[in-house]
């Protein structure tokens, strides 16, 4: 046979290959506002980047009557490519393909395309749309993810591990975006939950439907399951290639830098903030009025809203921001906001990415509820998170900073590198009503008219406690700095903090309180 | 400047008051409320079968009142304590919800 015969052999078998699940099932999941896994892959992807392996496997399956069924590349699609000119190792599961179920040849292409993803030491992105294990082939399903969840785990912190739910991801396929750094979900495509509704109505008699139980806004407002949410695919693919402007490939990189840009001259500090501390303001415009350019990226944007996380950037260089936010709750602590911002603060340490703490909140939240929850174990996972990052850290005090809140966010005595404060900043163990009304318990109680003493003992204690200068007379601030200084003291401080190194105690590791 | 006021609300952290937002979480809570030991609920959904009571029968500690069949298990229903029967607010065959009250004693 002549090569020419062979090439259009090839051609032949990469037609048939590529029409997936053919054209009825492409049609219907088109219809449901679904793209298919390659139209994926390429969308995603920078343009020509996208190169395919294992295009040509099959099925292991015997049982059933399945050895007779031809199921194209296994459902689903493997390989590598290119996002903004960075390497990315990816995979998508092919609906299409019965279901995009996992069997064992399956799992094998993506724990394949993970081991390359490893040596090379690039980013994974998993496409998830997925029926879950293809029952047919038993126990080698359930093996195919345990290897995959392995090889998450092995992963994380050395290669930015995303996640995008594209379509159903149910039981205990949903512990690999669990695992991974990023989970990205779309409006009435994502679904995601351990046991389904019918499972629950059959055991337990309680109906729901699979959007209220796990749909796309529940993992990105409720459960926290879900850091990015979009209105459609492409959106979704907008924010994945935002995403990975701000992170390295791997964890002996950083961030590739970006030319610096000032502030857009809209965002003033002066404008936004109010300086008395029960006011509310919206701690997103203090750091746009910091950023490079006044850009900032924000994660887990609809999930305990009362802290913001997010990337920016500083003379170019990727930041990690975690603030409070006194537009929710006061800004206050609390089980969730605590598990948001220790996990984002371990992100950027595993990551070289530099943090850049906010601080403005009157504490934790009061509740039976949140203490039952577990408040004291979350709350401490930001302890945690903030002692053992050793990138450089840099805290920023602008209004209140009380008691148990006052040391968890990031204070000098979990070694943060440099403290700084605004004149309007409160550092204090409780805030000053709180604090006269035990001060001077006897003298409110005792006098003629309690709520004048009250109201003057209140006085008495902000003018003298109320204020940054008493945490820096012990040196627990660096700098007391006048708010427009501040992006000048900033960049200062990461530049010097370049070469940062910090020895740790000789361990295996740690045990965070998970 | 007064509409924009009105989209905050108040909340109490410690001894201060803030102005702010609450979110649905927050809003949603339930207060809490000191749990009343003569009054039994179901801590599973499920169905109730075999109820060997009636109302104003007097019943002793561990007494077995009734089962609530739930993940295909026979959970037991039992007096935590000598009482009487007030009311029993189920039937037999019902399906319950969680939570839902079966059993007042006095």
New interface residues.
């Given amino acids: 046979m002549s090569l020419r015969t062979k090439t259009s052999e090839l051609r032949k078998r990469m037609r048939e290959a590529v029409q997936g699940g053919g054209q009825k099932a492409i049609d219907k999941q088109v219809s449901m506002g679904k793209m298919t896994a390659r139209e994926r892959i390429i969308e995603l992807l920078d343009d020509k980047s996208f190169y395919e392996y294992d295009l040509f496997v099959e099925h292991a399956a015997k049982d059933f009557d399945m050895d007779k069924k031809y199921l194209a590349g296994d459902g689903v699609v493997t390989g590598t490519g290119t996002i903004n000119g960075y390497p990315i190792c990816i995979y998508a599961q092919d609906f299409t393909v019965a279901g995009g179920s996992l069997g064992y040849m399956h799992a094998r292409k993506i724990t394949k395309i993970m081991d390359h993803a490893m040596k090379l030491k690039v980013p994974i992105i998993g496409i998830n749309d997925s029926g879950g294990a293809r029952i047919q082939e038993g126990v080698n399903s359930l093996a195919g993810y345990g290897e995959i969840f392995y090889r998450n785990t092995m992963a994380s912190g050395v290669i930015p591990q995303i996640s995008v739910i594209l379509g159903p991801c149910a039981g205990g396929a949903v512990y690999s975006p669990a695992l991974t750094d990023f989970v990205f979900v779309v409006e009435g495509i994502s679904k995601m939950f351990i046991t389904g509704p019918e499972v629950i109505k059959s055991?337990?008699?309680?109906e729901i439907t699979m959007e209220a139980l796990g749909g796309a806004k529940v993992h990105a407002?409720?459960t926290g399951n879900a850091h990015f949410w979009a209105e459609n695919e492409l959106e979704c693919f907008g924010q994945i290639k935002e995403l990975f402007s701000y992170v390295p490939w791997n964890n002996k990189k950083v961030a590739e830098p970006f030319p610096t840009k000032p502030p857009k001259s809209k965002y003033k500090i002066s404008k936004v903030f109010p300086s008395e501390?029960?006011?509310?303001y919206d701690v997103r415009d203090i750091i746009r009025s910091l950023s490079d350019d006044s850009e900032f990226f924000e994660i887990q944007e609809l999930w305990a809203?009362?802290i913001t996380i997010g990337f920016m950037r500083l003379n170019g260089e990727t930041i990690g921001v975690v603030a409070n936010q006194?537009?929710?709750?006061?800004?206050?602590l609390d089980v969730?906001s605590s598990d948001k911002a220790a996990r984002f603060i371990r992100y950027c340490d595993a990551f070289n990415i530099p943090l850049l703490t906010m601080v403005d909140l009157?504490?934790y939240?009061?509740?039976?509820?949140q203490e039952h929850s577990g408040v004291i174990r979350h709350g401490a996972k930001l302890l945690y998170a903030y002692s053992e990052a050793s990138v450089p850290k840099i805290t920023l005090i602008t209004r209140k900073a009380?008691g148990g809140g006052y040391i968890a966010m990031c204070s000098s005595h979990l070694k943060a590198d440099f403290v700084f404060a605004w004149p309007t900043a409160e550092i204090a163990v409780?805030?000053?009503?709180?604090a006269a009304?035990i001060i001077f318990r006897k003298e409110i109680a005792q006098a003629d008219d309690p709520d004048k003493v009250r109201a003057e003992k209140v006085e008495e204690y902000k003018a003298k406690f109320a204020n940054p200068y008493v945490a820096a007379a012990y040196g627990y601030i660096d700098a007391v700095i006048e708010p427009k200084e501040t992006r000048r003291y900033l960049l200062h401080a990461l530049d010097i903090s370049k070469s940062k190194s910090v020895i740790m105690p000789d361990k295996k590791h740690g045990i965070p309180p998970f | 400047m007064a509409t924009k006021r009105n989209k905050y609300e108040s909340f109490q952290v410690g001894d201060t008051v803030y102005r702010t937002t609450i979110n649905k979480m927050q809003k949603n809570r339930k207060p809490y409320t000191v749990p009343d030991a003569r009054n039994l609920h179901a801590f599973i959904p499920g169905t109730i079968l075999d109820i060997a009571f009636k109302d104003g029968e007097q019943v002793k500690e561990g007494d077995i009142i009734m089962y609530l069949e739930a993940m295909k298990m026979k959970n037991i229903i039992k007096a935590p304590f000598d009482g009487e029967i007030k009311k029993i607010y189920v039937k037999e065959g019902e399906t319950v919800s969680k939570n839902h009250l079966l059993v007042e004693l006095k």
Avoid: K, R
């Fill in positions: 055991v337990l008699g309680e407002e409720t501390a029960t006011e509310p809203g009362n006194p537009l929710v709750l006061a800004g206050v969730d009157p504490g939240l009061p509740g039976v509820d009380y409780m805030g000053p009503t709180g009304n």
